[in-house]
């Protein structure tokens, strides 16, 4: 009897071992750190890819909702170099359609005869035919070789990428990608791995074949974007680095170029979900200071969700006009000011733009009214919005200290920044501004070491006031918001923590997050009635009230209480929080 029983546990495990479409990765080595992204549909499939009688290529994760990959990750192969060999063939999941199935536990080439028999559960090549979609590899065939191309030509590796978008800009980008990062492996002599993940954001309202080219119509979603998030990890961390991009997959789509921490913020957004999405383990080295390396190889398109005025656009167009005009000489012609103000249908667009603005182009966007902007955006666009946000476009590398005080002379070295303000030396940021997502606040560098920032954001105080435009919201050495106003006097601003929530589970007004105002403790407005609580300085599952943060073992939450808090330390001390986790 043991020994029958002995059998069957082999027998069993030999077959889980086999099995590549499973509720858990088993190639977890295309991960970095051997950890998958977090955020994603818990529901989908995970997909070990694999030929007949090989080993395993890459990893996916497959929407059996949507029909399509939500990411394939993969290592960079720098040892595939052309792009001969490719196949015309495609491949099926036998596994999606029938689990039951274990002996086709690898992909199998699609023909006129089984792809009936495998289209309930998956795309097939018939979704693709006269859409205007192409199949969209997400692993790039050109990124492998051999046998590994072939693996990369399954419909469970591809997604309809609009054809224009596809052809033109995604694939540039690809092909940059693949030079890039073939000459820095080269350089760095193989000490180094490159862990990649493409993925999309599905769009459910839109979906292939349509109706009036199929007879089985609408079966795969349309991703209404296509991303990219690389993790450079070198055996000697300093050289390590991280970055992502984006793009909207339509004709003219533009592609952006971000952090890993920017592109996680992103994606969240786009899905429209309030759990984190975290692509790298802590952003794998978004920290390091690279970002001006791939910038070089990559051009930074800007794409931000604003729209102009009538007048504004006439200005643009005159000016556009006058420079490309032959007939006008360059030397005759010369812009002296511009004004720019940016509306933004919410305060999380205006951080996450914003964020991208001061480290791809070096602007800040002073906020100057933070309510509903019908005049700016249509009411279409601002239904059930209430914290739509106008902001002043200005150059984001003044002379100020890394707390906002204005410097006098800076003097720079590898050593750090230093800044000679009226009150002595402060230091100084190298670097943009930005927000740490780990770490809950802002950070730069100074040389090459990181040090605690204050972003120029705000041009109002929380009371709505107008702060004088050289004095605008920042710390300048105390531990509180605030700036002179035209007024003549100084008040408290709001600080820029835009996911403050309340205990009684409100956010925050988006013009008066969590902080003290001048108060013992820290509380903010929930609405425009005057209702106001006390509060966390962020929704995320370790953030306590005041300022406080939950032991590392304790997320917040009920714990047998009827109302949320946590351990903030090891001694029983505890706080009330603000998310249930």
Known sequence: M?????????????????????????????????TEPEGMDQNAKKICQQLVNRHTFYATLYSVHHWIPLYSAYKFDPQCFND??????????????????QDLYYMVRETEDNKYTYKEN???????????????????????????????????????????????????????????????????????????????????????????????????????????????????????????????????????????????????????????????VDDCFGDNNKLEKVKAEFPPLI??????SSAMQNTYLAVKRVVSSDSIPKK??????????????????????TEYLKDSVGSACLITHAKPLSNYIS??????????????????????????????????????????????????????CLFQDKLNSYRCYSGQTLIKCSPRYSLITY??????????????????????????????????????????????RNNHACATYGSKSMWCYTDDKGNYGSCCTSDDCYSAQNGKICRSDHKCGYHDKNYLWCYTDYYDNWDYCCKSC
């Open 122 to 280: 998956q795309a097939i090549s018939d979704d693709y035919s006269d859409t205007g979609y192409d199949r969209g590899h997400l692993y790039p065939n050109s990124f492998q070789c051999g046998e590994g191309r072939t693996a990369t030509n399954t419909l469970t590796n591809a997604a309809p990428m609009d054809a224009c978008f596809k052809r033109n800009k995604w694939g540039k980008w690809e092909k940059n990608l693949r030079s890039f990062l073939r000459d820095t492996l080269k350089s760095d002599g193989g000490a180094a791995t490159a862990f990649i993940v493409t993925g999309t954001v599905p769009n459910a309202d839109l979906r292939i074949p349509q109706r009036e080219v199929s007879d089985d119509p609408e079966r795969v979603t349309v991703p209404s974007h296509i991303w990219t998030a690389v993790c450079y990890k070198h055996s000697d961390d300093t050289k390590s680095f991280s970055f992502g991009y984006i793009g909207e997959n339509k004709p003219e789509g533009d592609i952006t170029l971000m952090s890993v921490s920017d592109l996680n913020r992103q994606i969240k957004k786009l899905y429209s979900q309030h759990s984190k999405i975290n692509i790298f």
């Open 463 to 508: 009371k709505g006031e107008r702060c004088k435009d050289r004095h605008p919201c920042a710390t300048y050495g105390h531990n509180f918001y605030w700036c002179k106003t035209i007024a003549d006097s100084w008040d408290y601003c709001s600080p820029p923590l835009w996911t403050s929530k309340a205990i009684n589970g409100k956010y925050c």
């Open 2 to 34: 043991f020994v029958a029983a002995l059998l069957i546990c082999i027998v069993l495990r030999a077959l889980g071992a086999q099995a590549r479409v499973a509720n858990d990765f088993q190639c977890k080595e295309f991960f970095y750190k051997k």
């Open 332 to 353: 005759k012609f010369k812009v002296s000011e511009m004004t720019v103000k940016l509306a933004f249908d919410s305060m999380n667009t205006y951080h996450t733009e």
């Open 84 to 101: 001969s060999g490719r196949s015309s063939s495609w491949h099926l999941e036998p596994q999606l359609s029938k689990p039951e199935d």
């Open 303 to 308: 794409n931000l969700p604003v729209q102009m």
């Open 379 to 432: 009411k279409g666009d601002v239904s059930g919005v209430s914290d739509a946000v106008e902001c002043l476009l200005v150059p984001e590398k003044q002379k100020t200290a890394a707390d906002g005080s204005r410097c006098l002379s800076v003097s720079e070295s590898s050593d750090g920044c230093q800044c000679n303000t009226a009150v002595g030396i402060k230091p100084c940021c190298s670097t943009p």
